[in-house]
């Protein structure tokens, strides 16, 4: 069975510029969220969707935004790119609604360059 | 609100010796906690959870955590480690019934062969 699986693997922008960061769900997983792994911070909650819907965002700019498609696939957009947004868009899924007995799953990153 | 602390953010040991990473959280209520590993280049993966029952829980690779709800710890050991646990820990809480987990900044472990 595949897991999460993220592309692309690295992507370099220059400031200003807008990143599209891709990720698909495990099959039959319906809650997708995005982390973010900068240097120095560990892992900040970015974004979190389930069927389809923004559930929760975390501290982050209006610029960071997302969506997830009826396959339950998701994209994470980055408008305005600033230097400090070079990091690793670490993507994880998990099922929902099935209670508390939920893990979520990561996926391998992005690592995103701002020059 | 609720927050993870991991207070060692580096940590060296020598291959043999025993391991033990704090991490502390705070929220009221009832949580779910994890400890998640990442070697380097590899991407995050599971290596215990706690949902509830027996507070000391055994996960992948030899490591146990114990979580003790009067400290709201989730301290994660390891006997005695390998070079090959090398690599960044991470502890992380979800309030029951919510799917938002909060991570800490995370401890990176180097064991010396």
């Known amino acids: 069975e595949a897991g999460v699986t993220q592309s692309p693997t690295h992507l370099i922008k220059t400031r200003g510029q807008q990143a599209t960061l891709r990720c698909s769900p495990i099959s039959g997983h319906t809650s997708v969220y995005w982390y973010q792994q900068a240097l120095g911070l560990g892992l900040q909650f970015l974004l979190w969707?389930?069927?389809?819907?923004?559930?929760n965002r975390g501290n982050f700019p209006p610029r960071f935004s997302g969506r997830q498609f009826p396959n339950y696939s998701s994209e994470l957009n980055v408008n305005a790119l600033e230097l400090e947004d070079s990091a690793l868009y670490l993507c994880?899924?998990?099922?929902?609604?099935?209670?508390?007995?939920?893990?979520?799953?990561f996926g391998e990153g992005s690592w995103l360059t701002v020059v | 609100a609720q927050s993870v602390s991991q207070h060692n953010h580096h940590v060296i040991l020598s291959e043999a010796a025993s391991l033990e990473l704090g991490c502390n959280y705070s929220?009221?209520?009832?949580?779910?906690l994890f400890w998640y590993v990442q070697y380097p280049g590899q991407h995050l993966q599971l290596l215990l959870k706690?949902?509830?029952?027996?507070?000391l829980v055994k996960g992948i690779k030899g490591f146990e955590a114990e979580f003790i709800k009067s400290k709201f710890s989730f301290n994660l050991r390891k006997p005695s480690v390998q070079w090959s646990d090398t690599a960044e820990y991470f502890c992380a809480v979800r309030a029951s019934g919510t799917y938002k987990y909060i991570f800490g900044t995370g401890t990176r472990l180097k064991v010396l062969a």
């Open positions: 969707y389930d069927e389809g819907e923004e559930r």
């Open positions: 706690y949902f509830s029952g027996d507070p």
């Open positions: 929220y009221g209520g009832t949580v779910n």
């Open positions: 994880a899924s998990s099922l929902a609604g099935q209670g508390t007995g939920n893990t979520i799953y």
